[in-house]
């Protein structure tokens, strides 16, 4: 799209276990992450993953970083034996799984990634099962930093430099490698691909917002109405 930087790949989390321990505990309050089978798109190295495995009798983990897929497979080699976990390289766009797969589907910071996120989007509600849950995070556009960094003529800079650069949508699409998202664009996008919410709740104040969606039945969603 002219005037759009390409998006950039994701990375592992920047504020390790204290991060992590607080996106999965956001999502927590807002879905039940267990069942029989769960699929975790962006994987990475598997720090969200391996957290989220034991409520789940079986684990699907996939990402298109080859090396950040290495690290994770590392990892397990070396871990005692636990819930399978398969670690497979492929896209969002084009899930190589049967319809109705999959009791709940994650997606971590990886929305703002992948480029055909309507497609995307499809995908996950033809593999979750009746009623499975999609649950996400995704950054907040009305956080007044884009939490990504940006880059000006090609030199990247840290999001403390941009205030208030993701409320400038157009700049923030030349300049920012990663989306953003409302409430309301995000509840389009997921609406439209089949997926069912439930009454947002609040977050207004927060970089990046919880969410969970359901293929059938009922979920329950963290992001602020807007």
Request: aromatic content about 8%; overall charge positive.
């Amino acid at each position: 799209m002219t005037g759009t930087r390409a998006l950039g790949l994701g990375k592992p989390s920047a504020f390790g276990e204290r991060g992590i321990t607080k996106r999965l505990d956001a999502l927590g309050r807002a879905a039940q992450l267990s069942g029989e089978r769960l699929l975790d798109i962006g994987c990475g190295d598997g720090a969200y993953t391996r957290r989220l495995a034991g409520g789940f009798q079986r684990v699907d983990a996939i990402d298109i970083q080859t090396d950040l897929l290495d690290a994770f497979r590392a990892t397990v080699a070396a871990e005692p034996p636990g819930v399978p976990v398969a670690i497979r390289e492929m896209s969002a766009e084009r899930l190589d799984y049967p319809d109705g797969t999959f009791d709940v589907v994650t997606a971590i910071e990886v929305l703002e990634h992948i480029e055909d996120l309507d497609r995307a989007l499809r995908e996950v509600a033809r593999v979750l099962k009746p009623g499975g849950t999609f649950a996400l995070t995704t950054p907040n556009r009305w956080f007044p930093l884009e939490t990504h960094g940006f880059v000006v003529r090609g030199r990247r800079y840290p999001p403390s430099r941009g205030p208030f650069l993701p409320w400038i949508v157009p700049l923030h699409r030349r300049l920012a490698d990663a989306r953003s998202f409302t409430s309301r664009g995000l509840r389009g996008q997921l609406t439209r691909a089949g997926l069912q919410p439930t009454a947002p709740g609040s977050g207004s104040g927060s970089a990046r917002c919880p969410t969970t969606w359901s293929g059938r039945g009922s979920a329950s969603s963290g992001w602020p109405s807007s």
